[in-house]
């Protein structure tokens, strides 16, 4: 593992926290790889009962993609690669034999919304956000994040989160059932988290896992079902004029701050 995914093993937890604040813990391809590498590599892990996924820092758990590398990626069969690598990774965190819970430490954006969704549970700071803004450069998907979304929140009110790319406070994705848990007002994100796991870390493993394996049959369905339709559509939108063009308008944006 590299200095930007740091893999942490305390007691029954596995933590593992993306580590690129000052590039707002944006997502590469090789940062993806790691994260599905740790996931699997920890999976036979007896002594695990839950894992956790955050971002370093307060402001990013991850913005998403890290566009400038992708930028390079224009043709179909790259665009295919890319977007196999990514979910690959995801699939690992998916797979993984107990509960994986994302603990949004701040926004997750785009490719990062997807990797929050990609975990089972979510925990969230209250200045935390999440949105898919795939849309705002014209394209869809491209990890199984759509599909996981519909899973979670329901088709329709997914598809009016994907279309309108809207940016969903901490507050307003509890009441979707979004995110599962909202830490109070000033509360350390670390107590937060702390205080949700108690219940999980309270059950044996051999308990943990068989109800993970129980309740995620239907999202193991699902996305066999649809990545391959989910893969197509980013392919083209990825391909698109319409998505160069939207990405040279953003590129001309002042940076965040």
Same mark, same amino acid.
């Given at each position: 593992m590299t200095d930007s995914l740091l893999v942490e093993r305390?007691?029954?937890?596995?933590?593992?926290?993306?580590?690129?604040?000052?590039?707002?813990?944006?997502?590469?391809?090789?940062?993806?790889?790691?994260?599905?590498a740790a996931m699997a590599a920890h999976a036979g892990d007896a002594g695990i009962k839950c894992a956790v996924l955050t971002g370093a820092g307060d402001r990013c758990f991850a913005a998403?993609?890290?566009?400038?590398?992708?930028?390079?990626?224009? $043709?179909? %069969?790259? /665009?295919?690669?890319?977007?196999?690598?990514?979910r690959a990774a995801l699939d690992?965190? #998916?797979?993984?034999?107990?509960?994986?819970?994302a603990a949004l430490n701040g926004h997750a954006f785009g490719g990062g919304a997807e990797l929050?969704?990609?975990c089972d549970l979510r925990v969230a700071a209250p200045h935390a956000e999440i949105g898919f803004l795939q849309a705002q450069l014209a394209v869809t998907t491209a990890w199984g994040?759509?599909? $996981?979304? %519909?899973? /979670?929140?329901?088709?329709?009110r997914a598809l009016r989160i994907l279309a309108t790319s809207a #940016?969903?406070?901490?507050?307003?994705?509890?009441?979707l059932g979004l995110v599962d848990w909202v830490c109070a007002p000033g509360q350390p994100l670390d107590a937060c988290l702390a205080t949700f796991l108690e219940p999980y870390l309270a059950r044996s493993r051999a308990v943990l896992?068989?109800?993970?394996?129980?309740?995620?049959?239907?999202?193991?369905?699902?996305?066999v079902a649809l990545a391959p339709q989910e893969e197509e559509h980013f392919v083209r939108t990825w391909t698109h004029a319409d998505h160069w063009a939207a990405m040279a308008q953003a590129?001309?944006?002042?940076a965040p701050r």
């Open positions: 305390h007691g029954a937890v596995l933590n593992l926290t993306i580590n690129r604040p000052e590039k707002r813990n944006a997502l590469s391809l090789a940062l993806l790889d790691e994260i599905g998403g993609g890290d566009l400038q590398e992708l930028d390079a990626v224009r $043709d179909e %069969a790259g /665009t295919r690669a890319m977007s196999r690598r990514g690992q965190v #998916r797979a993984f034999p107990v509960p994986v819970i929050a969704v990609a994040g759509s599909i $996981d979304l %519909a899973l /979670t929140v329901g088709d329709r #940016r969903l406070e901490a507050a307003r994705a509890l009441d896992a068989g109800f993970k394996a129980t309740t995620s049959a239907e999202r193991r369905r699902a996305h590129a001309a944006k002042p």
